[in-house]
């Protein structure tokens, strides 16, 4: 748990802003690189607070450039931004605290706003609203082409799922997902050749209408179909 840079009182996972002294504390990014503020090439507008970001240099592996409001301390990462810092921040993490994932899931940061829509500061077209990780209870918005905001204190909470094995768990889950879906394709195929007139089962043997096993087949597809 974070502490308030003002009056150094404990920050719960789900908030920036201090119970105690109403203090709103940015995301610690120190153990990254002291950042340094970079004149910009062009301003790029908060699409909560609607005023001009500040862009910082990160300076991971050269120059590292986000835009950070000011008021609402949302952020802005380019294409891959985001997994390179949590990639340079995050190590070592070998398994999955799911007690902590489940703690994290129920804040569901992605409520902090209700669900709206906002506009890429780039391209000021509206973004696409998308889960972030299996359990992680951020929605992030992003642009197809330019990148992805974050708002106040989604950060920190991403990487506390990070720390948490969250993606561990989510590499797991997309595997498991990967595994039911193909072996759902293999089964609806075979059935739909052995319907067709028949086919070779694994051991080559002819399959007819009348065999045991095509009814075996026909009952785990319809009940795939009706689940």
Request: with cysteine; proline share 3%.
């Amino acid at each position: 748990m974070a502490n308030c840079k003002n009056c150094s009182a404990p920050i719960p996972s789900d908030t920036i802003v201090c119970a105690y002294c109403g203090t709103r504390n940015d995301t610690d990014l120190s153990g990254i690189h002291e950042f340094t503020e970079v004149v910009p090439d062009h301003v790029r507008t908060c699409p909560r607070c609607d005023i001009a970001m500040q862009s910082i240099d990160l300076k991971i592996g050269g120059t590292f450039l986000i835009e950070r409001c000011e008021t609402c301390m949302g952020m802005f990462f380019d294409s891959g931004e985001l997994e390179a810092l949590i990639k340079a921040t995050v190590t070592n993490v070998h398994h999955i605290n799911h007690a902590k994932l489940k703690e994290l899931y129920s804040l569901k940061r992605h409520d902090a706003y209700g669900i709206t829509y906002i506009k890429c500061p780039v391209c000021d077209t509206v973004m696409n609203r998308i889960n972030f990780g299996q359990r992680s209870g951020v929605i992030i918005d992003r642009c197809p082409r330019h990148g992805l905001w974050l708002d106040g204190g989604e950060l920190r909470h991403l990487l506390e799922w990070v720390k948490a094995g969250g993606e561990i768990y989510n590499q797991q889950r997309e595997t498991i997902k990967d595994k039911m879906e193909a072996r759902e394709s293999a089964t609806v195929k075979r059935t739909a050749t052995i319907a067709n007139g028949g086919g070779f089962d694994t051991y080559g043997a002819t399959l007819r209408g009348n065999d045991p096993e095509l009814f075996t087949i026909l009952g785990r597809v319809v009940r795939w179909l009706i689940a």
